[in-house]
Every structure is written in structure tokens, then in C-alpha cells.
């Protein structure tokens, strides 16, 4: 699922910030701010936290295998009525009923099991009702509910009697527990029936889009027409779907291989359909670029397809995504979720993430197989922008709300900024192979998955232990702030760089983070770039190179999710104004053979470093004009290799002079 905020971002970003990145992160994550999710508070108030999200009391003891709806809508009344068949394997012996999740806004008429009447209670939010005998586990139940009614609406919408240009339009969008607002259903993600049938009948005018293969319409001859759809892959209750409209229709086709083919087929109302056709051939080629990344589209003896909603974003439904709008990225994002979401859905909602990162994520990796690096690099900058306002963990500790469940800070860029993350600990080849792995697991394809079955996944390709990771950036919360400073030191034609960085997390846990850091070194000419692995609060790190660097970057190309800042160098006495540069002492001091001498700079300058004999006599020269950045820096004076003449012990002074600034003294002991 993607509000329709997080893609407006995209269209705009899209085409105006290829060059001014830095400047639109600013300026339209306000925007997406602003624009958040359409939420309508769930408004399921008898369910506390954990009872919305863990399975329903008395579903334990059966196991789901198909659903056949058989729908009747009536959009002048704004009702439907119908039945629901539920196929289900008894789990439990003896099992002597049955508890479904059913708004209690749905009328139960009648409950059949097999041929047999039975009698049925209603709780709250739930259909209760007893089998005609005792199950033994393993045994196959078949059950009828006859129901009907208005449907409600709680979380994004769950079921919508909509209109567009005066025609109706109906669709649903049940994620995450409104499928039991229109269909009484085990709702929740753990149990996926093997496959379902879908029969919608409605007034003929009305095209109706569903899960899978469009099996008949058929023409009622009474002013309604029923549509036929069949999907024969394991689905969660709340991938499915129905849409209904005056659609125009527009298609083509998935070549996946030489001899074989899966239609791609768009619903669009009138209005839209120059954008549903045009985008069309985009969502061709996306399919190719996914199968390429994550193994062949999962539901590829059927369809691919969009319909539109009256939902501004859009939701996963498997094989027909619905969308508000035909938008690239939005495209990109719903079609990934066929992989992770719909054939690997996350076992319990706390772990959404497994869905909303790696979509979003999915859309970084389509654009830069698409457009290149530069534009990967710029998706993930605006989601590691968001990533830090998320607050608390990214395992989803309150699923009982919308908001908290789908707030795109942490779910959607924290998540997809812990992919990127991952990528760069693990490196491109292992990371990619990584995400195959897990997509071709097959206790989990077709099936659900946790966070440790992902890392599970991670850990057997990459022969590392990722617990450290998973455990600061999926159950830890926040990220690092890290202070830096940097000195160098004559080394022969190069230079020993001394590097010290300090993690200041206030809020953050763990206190400090574990992770691999790029550190660039630049000359003007030249640039190096080291790794360092951070794992303590502060660390100093000693580079020798071969030139002197003037500028020094950490994470210059934006793997870490934390804040970079160059800690402001203190120059001057306490109580004085802050000058431009600080001469430290000597050390060691007295001193025999060479002694390094500190000095701090606020800006970047020329500096010349001179000693003297008590006599005034110029004995050493050092770095006469160079040019040294703001830091703190370190010069070496070695008396009997900078001076003609061998020194004799005493007293000398060392001056350390910037351009139009007063030069500053000290004195130092040379003993020989
Ligand atoms: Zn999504």
C-alpha cells in the first residue's frame, strides 16, 4: 500500500530535482508531510491492540484452505448480500466449532456446514457457529454463510459504494483487518487459504475486476451481469479485492520467455484511460526488471493488472492493484508488493515492514536499473530523510491504529533505508542473492515470513551473523549522530591522518550503532576511500595516504542512515574571542629527535611554521604556504633532519603564522 502524499513527492521530485537534490528534500518532504495517508481513525474500538492484530480466540483450531464469494451488490441501496464458502482443515480434535471474524454492521442469515443447517452466534465483531459433529484433526470442514447488509468502513476505507461522473463505482481496500467488514473470513495474514473464487454480480453496465483469471461474465438478462474470477494461488484475506466502474479496458502482454505470455490488463474509468494505456508498456518492462530481481513474477499463470479506486494511493491486491492514478513510482511500488507482501506476506502486522520496506525500497532498485545509480541514490536520500523523523521501533510495537501501523517514517523509509543498509554491509552480489534467496525459500514463498526468517535468508547466503544489525535497526529505535575531527601528520611525501569519531545518540537504542562507514579523503587532485567499522561510542582511526588530504567526507555516497557533523574546532582562551587559529604545545616536550607540533584552524588557510634560537636565528621551516582545511592538524620538527647544521640543546621558539593574522609563539626544549 502507498498514500497518495509519499507519490506526489515522486512527481514532483521526479522532475525538478535532477539537479538540486539536497534543495527538494527539503522543500517537498514538506509536502509529503502535509499529505499524508488519507487516515481514517480504525474505528474498531471493542479490539485492544494485540486482539485486532493476533488471531481471533477460537480460529486456532482450523486452518483455511479456500474461499468461494458470491457476491450481489446493489450500489442504488448501497448493500450487498451473498454467500461465503469456506473450505477448512480442522486443526484441532475434537473441533466442535467454528469462530469467523464479521462486522457486526453484516446480517448472518443462514450457516450451512455441508448440507446441514447449524446454529450460529454473533460476538463481537465475530460469527460464531457449530459443526454438525465433532472433527478430528485433518478432517475437512465445507461451510456456507448467507449474509448481507451495508457494509462498513474502518481503516482506509475496507468496502466503498463510490460514484465517478454520476456512475457508480465500488471497491475495497481492506488492509489491514477490514476484509471482515464485507465477508466473514479468518482475518488474519498467518492463514492464507490455497485459493479463492470470486462471483460479483451487478448492474450490467459495470466492468468488475478481481484476484486472478476472468473466468465468464455472464448476462443475467434481468439488468445485472455476474463477473467470474478464479485465483489459484494461496492469498491473505486482505488481498482481496473487487472493483467495479464503467471501466474502459486497455491490455497487453508479459513475453516472459520465448514461448510464453501473461496478460497485463488495466482498468481505468473513461477519464483515465490515456494514462492507464500509456503507462502500460512501463508496467511491461517493470515486470521484467522485478523477475529479473527477485525471481519470475509469482503469479504469472494468471495476470498482472491495475483498477482504479477512489483511494488516493495505492494497495497490493493480488494481481489487480488498485490505484488512485496511473504514476510510476506508484506502479513500481504496488507491483513489487506481489513478491513481498502478496506471496511472502509478514506473518503478524508488527512486522509490515517486510511489506512497506521492501516496496519502497523496490522502487530505489527499479529506477536505478532504469535510469542508473544517480537515481537510485536520489530515491534513497528522500527516504533516509523521512527515516529520521520515525520515531520508535521498526518492528511495530502499537498495530492497532493506521497511523502507527502505516506511518511512512518508519515503515515505508525506515524500512527501505534498511535495505539500503543492508546492502552495503553485505555487499551487492551477496545482498541481491539474498533477496532471491528469501523470495525462493519455499517454506515461506507463497506462504508468510517473519524478520528473522529474512534474516535467516541473509545470514546462509552471506555466511555472517546479522544479528547486530537486525537487532539495533529493526527492534533498536533511532539512528546515530556522529561528531568528527581529523589531524594530519607529515608522513614522508604522504601523510598519517588521525580520525576521531563520537557517537552522541540521545534517544537512540542502542546507545551507539555497529556499522561499516566510508571515509573519503580528497586533495583537490586525488581522493581515497577507506572503510572503518564503527562499533563503540567513540573511536580514533589512523590512515596513512599518500598525499595530504585537504577534505575529508564520511559516507560520501549515503549508505548510513545517521547524521554527519564536523565538530567545531575551540580555538582561543576561555573568556576571549575565538580566533581564526590555536598554536598548541609541543609534545613531547622536552624533546629529543623530533617532536610534532599542534595547531587548530576554524577555516581553511595557508599556514608557515618557523623555529628560532633564543638569538633570533631561523633554524627550521615548516609547510612555508600550504594549504591546510579547518581542523586539527599536526607538524613534525625534526632538528637533526631539517636543520644544515646539527642544533645544540636549549631553548627554542616555534611561530606559526596565517596570512594577515598576528602569528602566535611558543617555546620548546631540545635535548640532544
Ligand atoms: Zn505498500
Same mark, same amino acid.
Given at each position: 500500500m502507498r498514500g497518495e502524499g509519499a507519490m506526489r513527492f515522486f512527481k514532483i521530485v521526479c522532475c525538478s530535482l535532477l539537479f538540486c537534490f539536497s534543495w527538494g528534500v527539503a522543500q517537498h518532504s514538506e509536502v509529503f508531510r502535509e499529505n499524508k495517508f488519507r487516515l481514517q481513525e480504525l474505528q474498531r474500538r471493542t479490539g485492544t491492540a494485540t486482539s485486532v492484530a493476533a488471531i481471533t480466540a477460537g480460529q486456532e483450531g482450523f486452518d483455511v484452505t479456500y474461499y468461494n464469494l458470491d457476491l450481489q451488490l446493489s450500489t442504488p441501496s448501497r448493500t450487498l448480500t451473498g454467500s461465503v464458502t469456506i473450505v477448512a482443515r480442522s486443526l484441532a480434535a475434537p473441533l466442535s466449532s467454528i469462530t469467523l471474524d464479521l462486522a457486526q454492521t453484516m446480517t448472518v442469515y443462514s450457516v450451512k456446514v455441508g448440507s446441514v443447517n447449524v446454529n450460529f452466534t454473533r460476538g463481537a465483531g465475530t460469527l460464531i457457529f457449530l459443526l454438525d459433529r465433532s472433527y478430528q484433526s485433518g478432517e475437512i470442514i465445507t461451510a456456507t454463510v448467507n449474509y448481507g447488509g451495508a457494509p462498513g468502513g474502518t481503516g482506509f476505507g475496507s468496502f466503498a459504494f463510490d460514484s465517478a461522473n454520476g456512475t457508480p463505482?465500488?471497491?475495497?481496500?481492506? *488492509?489491514?483487518? &477490514?476484509?471482515?467488514?464485507?465477508?466473514?473470513?479468518?482475518?488474519?495474514?498467518?492463514?492464507?487459504?490455497?485459493?479463492?473464487?470470486? +462471483?460479483?454480480?451487478?448492474?450490467?453496465?459495470?466492468?468488475?475486476?478481481?484476484?486472478?483469471?476472468?473466468?465468464?461474465?455472464?448476462?443475467? &438478462?434481468?439488468?445485472?451481469?455476474?463477473?467470474?474470477?478464479?485465483?489459484?494461488?494461496?492469498?491473505?484475506?486482505?488481498?482481496?479485492?473487487?472493483?467495479?466502474? #464503467?471501466?474502459?479496458?486497455?491490455? $497487453?502482454?508479459?513475453?516472459?520467455?520465448? =514461448?510464453?505470455s501473461m496478460p497485463v490488463v488495466n482498468y481505468a474509468l473513461p477519464a483515465q484511460l490515456q494514462s492507464a494505456t500509456s503507462t502500460l508498456p512501463l508496467t511491461i518492462n517493470m515486470l521484467h526488471i522485478f523477475s529479473d530481481l527477485y525471481g519470475l513474477y509469482p503469479f504469472v499463470k494468471e495476470k498482472y493488472g491495475h483498477a482504479q479506486f477512489g483511494w488516493g494511493g495505492g494497495m497490493e491486491h493480488q494481481t489487480l492493484t488498485s490505484l488512485g492514478g496511473f504514476s510510476e513510482n506508484l506502479i513500481a511500488h504496488e507491483l513489487a508488493h506481489q513478491w513481498f507482501g502478496d506471496m511472502i506476506t509478514m506473518r503478524t502486522w508488527p512486522d509490515i515492514w517486510l511489506n512497506e520496506g521492501f516496496a519502497t525500497y523496490s522502487v530505489a532498485l527499479y529506477r536505478e536499473r532504469k535510469y542508473g545509480l544517480y537515481a537510485y541514490r536520489q530515491v534513497m536520500g528522500y527516504e533516509m530523510t523521512n527515516a529520521k523523523r520515525a520515531t520508535?521501533?521498526?518492528?511495530?510495537?502499537?498495530?492497532?491504529?493506521?497511523? =502507527?501501523?502505516?506511518?511512512?517514517?518508519?515503515?515505508?523509509?525506515?524500512?527501505?533505508?534498511?535495505?539500503? %543498509?543492508?546492502? +552495503?554491509?553485505?555487499?551487492?552480489?551477496?545482498?541481491?542473492?539474498?533477496?532471491?534467496?528469501? /523470495?525462493?525459500?519455499?517454506?515461506?514463498?507463497?506462504?508468510?515470513?517473519?524478520?528473522?526468517?529474512?534474516?535467516?535468508?541473509?545470514?546462509?547466503?552471506?555466511?555472517?551473523?546479522?544479528?547486530?544489525?537486525?537487532?539495533?535497526?529493526?527492534? &533498536?529505535?533511532?539512528?546515530?549522530?556522529?561528531?568528527?575531527?581529523?589531524?594530519?601528520?607529515?608522513? &614522508?611525501?604522504?601523510?598519517?591522518? *588521525?580520525?576521531?569519531?563520537?557517537?552522541?545518540?540521545?534517544?537512540?537504542?542502542?546507545?551507539?550503532?555497529?556499522?561499516?562507514?566510508?571515509?573519503?579523503?580528497?586533495?583537490? #587532485?586525488?581522493? =581515497?576511500?577507506?572503510?572503518?567499522?564503527?562499533?563503540?561510542?567513540?573511536?580514533?582511526?589512523?590512515?596513512?595516504?599518500?598525499? =595530504?588530504?585537504?577534505?575529508?567526507?564520511?559516507?560520501?555516497? $549515503?549508505? /548510513?542512515? %545517521?547524521?554527519?557533523?564536523?565538530?567545531?574546532?575551540?580555538?582561543?582562551? *576561555?573568556?576571549?574571542?575565538?580566533?581564526?587559529?590555536?598554536?598548541?604545545?609541543?609534545?613531547?616536550?622536552?624533546?629529543?629527535?623530533?617532536?610534532?607540533?599542534?595547531?587548530?584552524?576554524?577555516?581553511?588557510?595557508?599556514?608557515?611554521? *618557523?623555529?628560532?634560537?633564543?638569538?633570533? %636565528?631561523?633554524?627550521?621551516?615548516?609547510?612555508? #604556504?600550504?594549504?591546510?582545511?579547518?581542523?586539527?592538524?599536526?607538524?613534525?620538527?625534526?632538528?637533526?633532519?631539517?636543520?644544515?647544521?646539527?642544533?645544540?640543546?636549549?631553548?627554542?621558539?616555534?611561530?606559526? /603564522?596565517?596570512?594577515?593574522?598576528?602569528?602566535?609563539?611558543?617555546?620548546?626544549?631540545?635535548?640532544?
Open positions: 463505482w465500488v471497491w475495497t481496500l481492506s *488492509e489491514p483487518y &477490514g476484509a471482515r467488514d464485507w465477508w466473514p473470513c479468518k482475518d488474519h495474514p498467518g492463514d492464507k487459504a490455497d485459493s479463492v473464487d470470486i +462471483r460479483v454480480t451487478c448492474d450490467a453496465t459495470l466492468t468488475v475486476g478481481s484476484q486472478g483469471t476472468l473466468i465468464d461474465v455472464i448476462d443475467n &438478462g434481468n439488468g445485472t451481469k455476474t463477473h467470474v474470477w478464479r485465483h489459484r494461488y494461496p492469498i491473505a484475506t486482505y488481498l482481496v479485492s473487487l472493483a467495479a466502474a #464503467n471501466y474502459s479496458e486497455v491490455s $497487453g502482454w508479459f513475453r516472459y520467455s520465448p =514461448t510464453d520508535g521501533t521498526l518492528y511495530v510495537q502499537d498495530t492497532s491504529l493506521v497511523q =502507527t501501523l502505516f506511518d511512512s517514517r518508519l515503515v515505508y523509509s525506515k524500512g527501505a533505508s534498511v535495505l539500503h %543498509m543492508l546492502r +552495503r554491509v553485505l555487499g551487492d552480489s551477496t545482498f541481491f542473492q539474498s533477496l532471491r534467496q528469501y /523470495a525462493a525459500d519455499p517454506a515461506l514463498r507463497y506462504r508468510d515470513a517473519s524478520t528473522s526468517d529474512f534474516r535467516a535468508a541473509c545470514e546462509t547466503v552471506s555466511g555472517k551473523d546479522l544479528g547486530p544489525f537486525f537487532a539495533q535497526w529493526v527492534y &533498536g529505535r533511532g539512528f546515530p549522530s556522529v561528531d568528527y575531527d581529523w589531524s594530519t601528520m607529515p608522513d &614522508g611525501p604522504g601523510a598519517l591522518v *588521525e580520525l576521531r569519531l563520537r557517537q552522541i545518540n540521545n534517544a537512540s537504542e542502542p546507545p551507539f550503532f555497529t556499522m561499516p562507514l566510508d571515509i573519503r579523503f580528497a586533495d583537490g #587532485n586525488r581522493d =581515497t576511500t577507506v572503510e572503518v567499522i564503527v562499533h563503540a561510542a567513540a573511536h580514533t582511526f589512523t590512515v596513512r595516504l599518500p598525499f =595530504t588530504p585537504l577534505n575529508v567526507v564520511i559516507d560520501p555516497d $549515503g549508505w /548510513a542512515l %545517521m547524521d554527519v557533523r564536523q565538530a567545531p574546532v575551540n580555538i582561543g582562551q *576561555e573568556g576571549t574571542a575565538p580566533d581564526l587559529f590555536a598554536l598548541g604545545q609541543n609534545y613531547p616536550n622536552p624533546f629529543n629527535g623530533s617532536t610534532l607540533i599542534p595547531f587548530s584552524l576554524a577555516e581553511p588557510s595557508t599556514v608557515t611554521l *618557523e623555529i628560532f634560537s633564543l638569538l633570533g %636565528m631561523r633554524v627550521g621551516l615548516l609547510q612555508p #604556504n600550504d594549504r591546510f582545511p579547518a581542523g586539527h592538524h599536526v607538524l613534525r620538527f625534526s632538528p637533526a633532519d631539517d636543520s644544515r647544521d646539527a642544533l645544540p640543546s636549549g631553548v627554542y621558539f616555534y611561530r606559526l /603564522a596565517l596570512p594577515n593574522r598576528s602569528p602566535q609563539i611558543k617555546t620548546m626544549i631540545y635535548l640532544r
